[in-house]
Nanobody, 129 residues
Framework: QLQLVESGGGLVQTGGSLRLSCAASGRTSSSFSTYIMAWFRQAPGKEREFVSA????????DYADSVKDRFTISRDNARNTVYLQMHSLKPEDTAVYYC???????????????????WGQGTQVTVSS
């Protein structure tokens, strides 16, 4: 099993920045470096949507069009942690952000929610206008 714990959410004004972290632990955490890791988000009344993903080595990343050039995903396999740096935040970025793990090392595309096996509990990001 793999436990994922997100942190770093909060309240920020429009145009501000936040850095989310997702730490992996558990019996299969030693295989963290072989997993695709991703961030999804869910706003009230809306479906969960893809935000960004990174392959096992960090050599490939995917982003939703809505966050391109504003968000950056990265990972530190030595720390079993994936990050989401968010800049130029907008009110429409307000959502619960979830970290997720896909047992594949890489795939094309990495955007499909159904491929992700492990999920964190989420961290709230609120952007005030």
């Amino acid at each position: 099993q793999l436990q994922l714990v997100e942190s770093g959410g909060g309240l920020v004004q429009t145009g501000g920045s936040l850095r989310l972290s997702c730490a992996a632990s558990g019996r299969t955490s030693s295989s963290f470096s072989t997993y695709i890791m991703a961030w999804f988000r869910q706003a009230p009344g809306k479906e969960r949507e893809f935000v960004s993903a990174i392959n096992w080595s960090g050599s490939r990343t995917d982003y939703a069009d809505s966050v391109k050039d504003r968000f950056t995903i990265s990972r530190d396999n030595a720390r079993n942690t994936v990050y989401l740096q968010m800049h130029s935040l907008k009110p429409e970025d307000t959502a619960v952000y979830y970290c997720a793990a896909d047992l594949f090392a890489s795939r094309t595309p990495m955007t499909d929610l159904n491929n992700y096996v492990y999920w964190g509990q989420g961290t709230q990001v609120t952007v005030s206008s």
